[in-house]
């Protein structure tokens, strides 16, 4: 389906020439930006009866630590990575306000939160787990790329009812040398012991996108958008 592009300082969007019946928003990964995942729409080869409206945010520069002190477009600080990780609380909350803010110009433009897919690769895929969990109102489903949960432990009580049952497809590479799977299938297994519905697929990659991927996605979205 063809797209006009629509870019503000915030976003890339891409609106299809059909008008919109769901959306999209997909977060990019550290120290990337909202086009980084635009060329991902064509390869989806979504049907044309499936018309998605697609938003890319942009994250705000800030300094990361573990890459030095270096700013870059970051959705949170990362000090410490992995299994006993130390991580920006508020830097995670900060960026869950700007995507909630998002979903809200959604429903002014007609997209209720049960037609909008919340997705993100690495740190970007961490924000849509994190606000997509916590959001109050039916999300069609998450969709996280190559990531993992961030503020595990505070899921349990934060967790919103109207997301208890939400879809979520998690992929990983079995060769990801930023991310390790078994950072991923820790968090995988937590949302499942807590009684979440996550499809898991894993692929011979490293820390990016392959064409299976984008097929296993694309699949994924039609089944959570039908209708």
């Known amino acids: 389906?063809?797209?006009?592009?629509?870019?503000?300082?915030?976003?890339?969007?891409?609106?299809?020439?059909?008008?919109?019946?769901?959306?999209?928003?997909?977060?990019?990964?550290l120290g990337a930006d909202g086009y980084d995942f635009v060329p991902i729409v064509e390869e989806l080869r979504l049907p044309d009866v499936l018309p998605v409206r697609f938003v890319f945010p942009h994250a705000?520069?800030?300094?990361?630590?573990?890459?030095?002190?270096?700013?870059?477009?970051?959705?949170?600080?990362?000090?410490?990575?992995?299994?006993?990780?130390?991580?920006?609380?508020?830097?995670?909350?900060?960026?869950?306000?700007?995507?909630?803010?998002?979903?809200?110009?959604?429903?002014d433009k007609g997209i209720a939160a049960s037609r909008i897919v919340l997705a993100g690769f690495s740190q970007g895929g961490a924000i849509a787990l994190h606000t997509g969990l916590r959001h109050?109102?039916?999300?069609?489903?998450?969709?996280?790329?190559?990531?993992?949960l961030p503020l595990r432990d505070s899921l349990a009580r934060e967790v919103?009812?109207?997301?208890r049952t939400v879809p979520i497809f998690m992929c990983h590479g079995t060769q990801d040398p930023v991310l390790p799977l078994s950072l991923a299938t820790a968090s995988r297994d937590l949302l499942v012991a807590q009684g979440f519905a996550v499809e898991w697929r894993e692929y011979s990659m490293p820390h990016s996108v392959c064409p299976e991927e984008i097929r296993d996605m694309s699949r994924w979205l039609q089944r959570v958008l039908a209708g």
Do not use: C
Request: charged content about 20%; hydrophobic content about 40%; cysteine-free.
């Open 1 to 29: 389906m063809p797209y006009t592009a629509d870019e503000t300082d915030a976003t890339v969007t891409l609106e299809p020439t059909r008008p919109a019946t769901a959306t999209v928003i997909l977060m990019h990964g």
């Open 60 to 107: 705000k520069p800030r300094a990361v630590t573990v890459n030095n002190g270096a700013v870059m477009r970051a959705w949170y600080d990362i000090k410490i990575l992995g299994e006993t990780r130390v991580e920006d609380d508020a830097g995670i909350r900060g960026s869950a306000q700007e995507i909630e803010q998002l979903i809200a110009e959604q429903g």
């Open 136 to 148: 109050t109102t039916r999300l069609a489903g998450i969709l996280a790329l190559s990531t993992y």
């Open 160 to 163: 919103a009812a109207a997301n």
